[in-house]
Structure formats: structure tokens, C-alpha cells
Antibody, heavy 120, light 107 residues
Framework: QVQLQESGPGLVRPSQTLSLTCTVS??????????WNWIRQPAGKGLEWIGR???????DYNASLKSRVTISVDTSKNQFSLKLTSVTAADTAVYYC????????????WGQGTLVTVSS | DIQMTQSPSSVSASVGDRVTITCRAS??????LAWYQQKPGKAPKVLIY???SLQSGVPSRFSGSGSGTDFTLTISSLQPEDFASYFC?????????FGGGTKVDIK
């Protein structure tokens, strides 16, 4: 069973870069079984898909965030990462990493989530 | 992007009630729809994928139906552990999008 754990700063200053890492256990980011995703959820609101990376390094991003987002993978550490530049208060949310099955069309495994607050 | 509209946004129900939540896509998505349950402070958990396929380990009181633009999640007999929020998600095209959610609370 795949397990995911997000890590990174809980507080980011406005205009700075948000950086999070997802550590994968029980599976390999190199396996090709899943896409590796970032999803966020502002307090009391719905879920927003940020983007994903495949084992080949191919990425797909939410069009509304594409200019500010980079997702990368580190196969040696079995991790994948999110960078979101020029953050504002609107980027305050719980950030989740999750696996996506292309054959099922579902996010099957999720991390516990990490709250990132954008504030000075 | 494909817009996903869920209704109702909230529903009050009692243990044993039958609860139905609907999700409408802004364009046809075939059966590329998943349903999730989320409890406060927890990550979402997939219940249904491909519109009607039950995820392993999910109780059979949960069922999904629909295709094209209109989909339904049904809880046949609501249990205490089912009080939560529910989200639909389309997987037909990028960007992947979620419905706004339905909160099921105790009447």
C-alpha cells in the first residue's frame, strides 16, 4: 500500500515561493503505475487540482496556476516536489499529495495534508 | 475546464435514511467520474471510480450511477460514520476538476 507524506514550511511570506515535498513509501515514483499529484483545499472550501508528474518526467498543470507551478521528481529519494511562486493569501490552503490512476481516473492514495499559510 | 456542479450543497439526514447526491458535468465525460468522502481534518478517500465501480473495502451501501453529464452517489442506509463531506471529480480531461462538495450532517 502506497503511503505519502507531505513536508515543508507551514508559513510563507507573500510574493515568495512555496516549496513542498512528498515522500513516497510502499511504492516507487519510477514504477509508472501512477501519476504523482498535488491538490489543495482552502479552509472550508473545495478541492483544486494543481498538477501532476509522471515517471517519465512529463508534467501537466492546472491552467489557472501553470505560470507559477513547477512539479519535479527525485527518483533517488523516492520523492516529488511542488514549487509555487509569487504566492498571495489566496494560496493559503491545505496541500495534499496524491496518486492518480490513469486506468481508473481516481486519486487512490493521499497524504495527510499540510497547511500552508501565506502571511507576512 | 469542465465544470462539476454538485447538489445539494448540504443535506441533513438521520441514521438509516437513503441519501442521494447528484453531480452534473458541463460537458459529457462518459463514465470518467469518481466520488470521494472527506471527514474533518482528513484527506479525501475514494469511494467510487468509473462512475459505478466500488473501491475495494468500501461498504456496499455506497453506489454510483450515471454517464455523460449526470451522475448520482447513493448511500442506501446512512450510518453514523457516513456523516462527512462528499466530492465528485471528473477524469475525462485535463485539468482534473472537482465538484463543490456536499456536506451530510445529522438531522
Amino acid at each position: 500500500q502506497v503511503q505519502l507524506q507531505e513536508s515543508g514550511p507551514g508559513l510563507v511570506r507573500p510574493s515568495q515561493t512555496l516549496s513542498l515535498t512528498c515522500t513516497v513509501s510502499g511504492g516507487s515514483v519510477s514504477s509508472g503505475t501512477y501519476y504523482w499529484n498535488w491538490i489543495r483545499q482552502p479552509a472550508g472550501k473545495g478541492l483544486e487540482w494543481i498538477g501532476r508528474i509522471y515517471t517519465s518526467g512529463t508534467t501537466d498543470y492546472n491552467a489557472s496556476l501553470k505560470s507559477r507551478v513547477t512539479i519535479s521528481v527525485d527518483t533517488s529519494k523516492n520523492q516529488f516536489s511542488l514549487k509555487l511562486t509569487s504566492v498571495t493569501a489566496a494560496d493559503t490552503a491545505v496541500y495534499y499529495c496524491a496518486t492518480y490512476s490513469g486506468s481508473r481516473g481516481s486519486f487512490d492514495y493521499w497524504g495527510q495534508g499540510t497547511l500552508v499559510t501565506v502571511s507576512s | 475546464d469542465i465544470q462539476m456542479t454538485q447538489s445539494p450543497s448540504s443535506v441533513s439526514a438521520s441514521v438509516g435514511d437513503r441519501v442521494t447526491i447528484t453531480c452534473r458535468a458541463s460537458q459529457g465525460i462518459g463514465n470518467w467520474l469518481a466520488w470521494y468522502q472527506q471527514k474533518p481534518g482528513k484527506a479525501p478517500k475514494v469511494l467510487i471510480y468509473a462512475a459505478s465501480s466500488l473501491q475495494s473495502g468500501v461498504p456496499s451501501r455506497f453506489s454510483g450511477s450515471g454517464s455523460g453529464t449526470d451522475f448520482t452517489l447513493t448511500i442506501s442506509s446512512l450510518q453514523p460514520e457516513d456523516f462527512a463531506s462528499y466530492f465528485c471529480q471528473q477524469a475525462d480531461s485535463l485539468g482534473l476538476t472537482f465538484g463543490g462538495g456536499t456536506k451530510v450532517d445529522i438531522k
